[in-house]
């Protein structure tokens, strides 16, 4: 009798894994864009450092809904 291996099956990626990957290359995409480089000029950091603040506030905002998304997920699976 053979058993399978799980690990030799290939899955195909799910929606999470989708979104996870999605969301991991524009916050990479995101934060290449605002780093600060030794030949921008004094207008380009302000610009940088204004487009940091709104992402930080971005991301401060949609935390409550992400909590919350999370919790009504949780509680459907139990």
């Excluded at 053979?2 to 916050?27: C, H, M, R």
């Excluded at 030794?38 to 935390?63: A, C, H, N, R, V």
Aim: glycine letters at 6%; a positive charge.
């Amino acid at each position: 009798m053979k058993i399978k291996s799980t690990k030799a099956q290939d899955e195909a990626p799910n929606a999470v894994d989708k979104f996870v990957g999605i969301t991991q290359t524009s916050y990479r995409s995101f934060q290449d864009y605002v780093k600060f480089r030794e030949d921008d000029p004094l207008w380009m950091l302000t610009y940088k450092i204004g487009l940091q603040f709104l992402g930080f506030l971005l991301m401060l905002l949609l935390s409550p809904f992400l909590i919350l998304g999370l919790t009504i997920a949780i509680a459907a699976v139990l």
